[in-house]
């Protein structure tokens, strides 16, 4: 059995902790014995608990995957998108991937999103899925939700029984409310995402639709593949699938108003509630304290990017108000370390950098400003225009345009970085070839 | 005729924008044409307008001088104290500041508050004041303001009558609702700590109650002085005292509920409302973007110091919740610009310090930190153990622990500065003689 995590989802439901490059599953708000964890290292755990062997693949975008390496032990494997597509891309292209891995054909495959909130035991489901799968009893395998109530946000598959394991019958799209009661009485089951099928398969369908299963020829023309989601290219035509029943506890916490019932606590950072708070929390990742007296049913969240105050209901309807924002993301987490925008005006830009040790950036140059680094702690070397240099603590290097640089942590490094110039941009990067 | 205002009042009542340093009358929050004006300026303002060649002498502390001499006219006198006393020692001080002027003793001094919340008619009471001291029709005329409800915030001044002048037959301390509503039945007027007597009027109380009027000997031992209210001392025995009647509009706008009422915006600063929002007020400082949605009757303060969400009414009882907050301060206005820590950590502060044209800091050192300065913006001079060297955009100065230094703003100027060291502190600080 090999699992394939889907890692997309980078977007603005959660801002100010989520944007175009920092997606909700990389933000830490579990609480997990003494610190705070992300989804992904939920999930991570939780499947480790389930399946301590587990062989597993997180197909994420380019962009993602330095970050998610930092995440994820080294055995798993990462499948890249150059760019964002739909989830049927994706999956080809993982797919297509794995069979340049050596992986049989015959190899069950389970395919799940990177960010549901499950208790353990809804992965469990996959070696019930993967068995149906090796019996061969259908050529694609659903995990079907229970639904709690009739909820208008998603999909509802409707089994032919109620049966733990049923045909299905057919899909249905988001439905009102009322449609979505019939639904359920039905039967119906809410569609988490979640399949199995052989290796084979998927490259069969790989061929049918994209015209190759080659994971080269995926990967040069992925900008031209269709934006379709596995659903509406696969699952919807497929006559041979079936559902597994989940009894158990599902929850899509992609908005603050869901995110917030999962918490354990009600509130993340440096927080002060009067005692007439109720039904509130807060989320800070900034130093300055947050005072919150007498608010009901509320959402605060706080981070370099900016702060929102919703009432939790409201909340959900973040997204139109989040993309009137048009700054520039002060806060980026990097393969490195952090990012983190502490001043910004028209001529400089001032930024705390925390290397993690071992860490280095790549080497390059900038054209159109100069930068001053003050190292705030610990030790590195720098390497200028090929001469390497040991800093520490105290130490002030002055980078002029034009010249090459880089850092390397040998331990936890934080430099004050102070960009100077009349046109500051992050496109303004040169990079060159590293020289140790 | 003298107008002493009383500018008093550092505290945390309005945290995250007022707190021990920084007082709640410089707070820029009330829209005056495009810009946005303080308390401060709005009195000032409105003061002018109806005596347009007022003497005014504003009493104040001596942490506020510096920053209130920048925002007042340089005929404008301040009297200092200091250190913090109870309103009847900063009244003596600064009678017997006004005496050293040579002000008349049988000048009448109008006594008022810095920030009362009122129209400009409420000034033009000044003149009804002070001929009655004139014609010495009382030794202590009050300004009574016509009660808008039972208030139990305030002292009441209960009148013989409800003329416009009347004898005052006695005080009576913060009621209950019901008593409030007795007051008000026999005409009962707030106390808004507004009154005039002459000049010896004062001096003698000072003799009485402190064993001198002079100047030098009141400032020596000043922090000797009892801790009483001027009411307390010396209204509150008074025999031949009158009050003249105020019916137009007052407001006590020192908490965040009475303050956003008389806001005429619903936001200063980078806000997002969406369209659910109603009855709430955001002030925000920093440069992030703040989002409010579906949130009632609330008021949230964003600043370099702290975030507030409050639900209005609960904002009144800030206080101890504000006490439970021990974090440095992280904003400060200086007499040379503005001071704004943008990050701290264990050995390392970094700082936003704004300069304006022609101001400078003193001539001064450390003992235990290097700085290292990044110039951003704008061209001046520093002074570095005697020399003298220009600067401008992209000049880097390192200060080594123990180098004397200043600066002087040519233009306005912007510094980018990090202090290095085991242990950083504001109180580690030389003060040297200015050279040039």
Redesign the interface.
């Known amino acids: 059995m090999q699992i394939v995590l889907l890692s997309g989802g980078s977007g603005k439901r959660l ?2 902790l989520s944007n175009e490059i920092r997606a909700k599953q990389f933000i830490k708000i579990f609480e997990h014995g003494t610190k705070h964890e992300s989804m992904l290292q939920r999930v991570f755990r939780q499947i480790k608990n389930n399946f301590p062997n587990a062989a597993i693949t997180v197909s994420t975008s380019k962009a993602q995957e330095k970050i998610l390496r930092k995440y994820v032990d080294s055995e798993v494997a990462i499948s890249a998108e150059p760019c964002r597509r739909n989830t049927f891309p994706a999956i080809a292209l993982t797919a297509a991937f794995l069979k340049t891995k050596n992986i049989s054909a015959d190899e069950p495959i389970i395919i799940c999103p990177i960010d549901p909130y499950v208790e353990e035991d809804f992965f469990a489901q996959f070696e019930t899925m993967a068995s149906l799968i090796k019996k061969s009893a259908a050529n694609l395998i659903l995990l079907g939700i229970k639904p709690t109530y009739a909820s208008e946000k998603y999909g509802y598959i409707i089994p032919a029984s109620k049966d733990n394991v049923s045909q299905v019958l057919e899909f249905k799209e988001k439905p009102d409310a009322e449609s979505a009661r019939k639904y359920i009485h039905r039967g119906g089951l809410w569609n988490g995402g979640v399949f199995a099928c052989k290796l084979s398969y998927l490259l069969k369908k790989s061929r049918e639709l994209l015209q190759t299963d080659n994971y080269a020829d995926l990967l040069n023309n992925y900008s031209e593949l269709p934006d379709i989601s596995f659903d509406y290219a696969v699952s919807e035509h497929e006559k041979n699938i079936k559902v597994v029943r989940y009894n158990g506890e599902w929850k899509d916490v992609g908005t603050w108003n869901t995110l917030t019932e999962v918490m354990q606590e009600h509130s993340v950072g440096k927080v ?1 509630f ?1 005692s ?1 708070c109720e039904n509130s929390h ?1 989320i ?1 990742e ?11 049913d ?1 959402v ?1 969240a ?1 981070s ?8 939790k ?3 959900s ?2 997204k139109p ?2 993309e ?2 048009h ?1 520039p993301i ?1 806060f980026a987490e990097k393969s490195w370390g952090t990012y983190t925008v ?4 028209n ?2 830009l ?1 930024i ?1 950098v925390i290397l993690t040790a071992g860490a280095r950036m790549r080497y390059h140059s900038h054209e159109r400003r ?1 930068e ?1 680094w ?1 190292i ?2 610990g030790k590195g070397r720098v390497i200028l225009d090929g001469e390497v240099k040991n800093v520490s ?2 130490n ?1 290097i ?1 980078i002029p345009a034009g010249m090459k640089h880089t850092v390397i942590a040998d331990t936890d490094l ?1 430099i ?1 970085e ?1 960009q ?1 110039g009349e046109d500051i941009s992050v496109e303004d990067k040169v990079l060159w070839e590293d020289l140790i």
């Open positions: 801002f100010p002060y009067d007439t807060v800070n900034t130093d300055l304290p947050v005072v919150a007296m007498g608010i009901k509320i605060v706080a370099a990017d900016g702060i929102l105050i919703a009432d209901t409201q909340s309807y973040i108000i989040a009137k924002i700054e002060r502490i001043d910004s005006d001529h400089s001032t705390k100069n001053v003050t705030t702690q603590a105290g002030v002055e934080k004050i102070v100077l």
